[in-house]
């Protein structure tokens, strides 16, 4: 059984950035692919990027050249940069892991707002 737990939010004004962790129990180097999502109030959850054991990685369409997701498999830690956030941003953000089986931490807030 792994736990992910992640951390890294906040309130940040528009425009600004904040980076988001999340830390497995055990190694992260079997999972299949790491993958943030997000679930806005009254939304459903979505997709935000993912990034496979090759490293390659998939982004949404909104967050596109302002999000960067990486992985530090020494560390058993993926990592979602968020770069010219904006209100709409704000959701709790998810991390999940693939494998065999899917996992998922309990999730961080992300309000963006003056």
């Known amino acids: 059984q792994v736990q992910l737990v992640e951390s890294g939010g906040g309130l940040v004004q528009p425009g600004g950035s904040l980076r988001l962790s999340c830390a497995a129990s055990?190694?992260?180097?079997?999972?299949?692919?790491m993958a943030w999502y997000r679930e806005a109030p009254g939304l459903q959850r979505e997709l935000v990027a993912t990034i496979s054991r090759g490293m390659s990685t998939y982004y949404a369409d909104s967050v596109k050249g302002r999000f960067t997701i990486s992985r530090d498999n020494a560390k058993n830690t993926v990592y979602l940069q968020m770069n010219s956030l904006k209100p709409e941003d704000t959701a709790v953000y998810y991390c999940?892991?693939?494998?065999?089986?899917?996992?998922w931490g309990q999730g961080t807030q992300v309000t963006v707002s003056s």
């Open positions: 999940q892991a693939m494998s065999v089986r899917v996992y």
């Open positions: 055990g190694s992260i180097v079997g999972f299949n692919a």
